[in-house]
């Protein structure tokens, strides 16, 4: 086992006070300037810990380098979290919290007494008894989703640089802005990082590790309607608006919903609808596993929208699809080496590894078919994007001795 004076913590309650949060609305990249106040201090810290090439680029973007100090040919390997926090909930002043020796106890958060982590709905605490559990106080979230996974990149990178006897190929750290509004990787310079293989820390529970993604497109439907003026618009009127809203009315009400949908099952879910009589639209996210899924989803959107405007005849629609990630496991079964090697660092840190699929996506779907293959590994986050995120320190120390024992797998195997 390894003996590891961890700085984690310190360096997850450091981060999180920083305002991260992207926006969906903001067309430059990053979504939101303040996220570079984050990637600075990143910077600074990697300048510190020895990675003399730690740079953030104009978009945001922060890299570095631990150099290799094995005399092997070892694939070079790329640790990669988002420096964002969801706009699901606010990121403004988050006041972490460590709550001590948990004791399966209800935890009431002081900002908002409302705002309880109760066991019974939080089934995973039930394996942090005796652990620390961070969270925020009740009003904002937390910022676990992925600021553990930066603080455990940062400290694994600061133990290898203070052990070199611990052997490695060449190690990149890629830190990306907009992972939460689905443009973490699109500016991502591959070049520059010239890795072969890559890993995101940003999953759930310890020991957990994804290869396999949803498939995803965001597609509009735009209905012109006809517009007239209400006194007189006896057999003139058709609203755009009606009509986006009987669309969504004819949507399946018990399945294809995120709310009726669990495991592999893929869904058709409205997530903003806007627009005035004579213009609306509706924008959908379309999830399924499969690609041939996929393409059943928004055929049966098109089926809807063909069956509603058939009762409005001088109205049309157009239907505008945007592919969004694709699902990891078709380029990750290609490396099979890349899921082993996690599966043993896993085991080494003390854990049962736990292969799953994520029925959503990260920054890997969209590297893995950008020529970086890259599997999902545990952070240790719970609850994300609510005020009741949480994290335990433990579970934040397991996942660095997982990325360690990775580095000296991938040295060891060459």
Request: charged share 25%; glycine share 6%.
């Amino acid at each position: 086992m390894l003996t590891i004076d961890h700085t984690v913590t310190d360096r997850f309650l450091r981060y999180v006070k920083i305002d991260t949060q992207s926006d969906a609305s903001s067309p430059t990249c990053p979504s939101t300037a303040k996220q570079k106040n984050l990637g600075r201090l990143l910077v600074e810290e990697l300048l510190a810990i020895g990675l003399s090439d730690a740079e953030m680029d104009d978009n945001g973007y922060v890299y570095a380098t631990i150099p290799a100090n094995t005399s092997k040919t070892v694939p070079v390997i790329c640790f990669c979290s988002h420096m964002d926090t969801s706009p699901d909930a606010s990121g403004k002043d988050v006041k972490p919290i460590i709550h001590r020796n948990y004791d399966g106890s209800d935890l009431v958060l002081p900002d908002d007494p409302k705002v309880v982590l109760r066991q019974s709905e939080h089934p995973h605490l039930a394996d942090q008894h005796g652990n620390d559990i961070i969270t925020a106080s009740g009003k904002t979230l937390l910022g676990a989703d992925n600021k553990a996974g930066i603080a455990e990149i940062m400290d694994a990178a600061n133990y290898l640089m203070t052990h070199p006897e611990i052997k490695h190929g060449a190690i990149k750290i890629l830190f990306t802005p907009d992972e939460e509004i689905g443009r973490g990787v699109e500016k991502a310079d591959l070049k520059k990082l010239a890795a072969d293989f890559a890993y995101t820390v940003d999953g759930e529970m310890a020991g957990s590790m994804e290869d396999e993604t949803f498939s995803a497109d965001g597609m509009v439907v735009k209905v012109e309607g006809v517009s007239a003026h209400p006194g007189f618009a006896k057999g003139k009127l058709e609203s755009a608006l009606k009509i986006v809203s009987e669309i969504v009315a004819a949507l399946p009400k018990d399945r294809l919903s995120p709310e009726t949908t669990e495991q592999k099952e893929g869904f058709i879910h409205p997530v903003k609808i806007e627009g005035i009589a004579e213009k609306a639209s509706i924008q959908f996210i379309i999830r399924d596993f499969t690609e041939a899924g996929l393409q059943a989803n928004e055929a049966l959107v098109q089926e809807i929208v063909d069956q509603v405007l058939s009762n409005y005849p001088n109205s049309t629609a157009k239907i505008e699809i945007k592919e969004q990630y694709r699902n990891m496991k078709e380029v990750l079964d290609q490396h099979p080496q890349i899921v082993q090697n996690a599966k043993e660092a896993i085991q080494r840190a003390g854990l049962t590894p736990v292969c799953s699929s994520i029925r959503g996506g990260t920054d890997g779907s969209r590297l893995s078919f950008m020529g970086l293959p890259c599997p999902n590994i545990f952070a240790g986050e719970h609850a994300f994007h609510s005020k009741q995120e949480w994290v335990s320190v433990q579970d934040m120390e397991k996942a660095v001795a997982t990325i360690i024992h990775l580095c000296m797998i991938w040295e060891e195997k060459a």
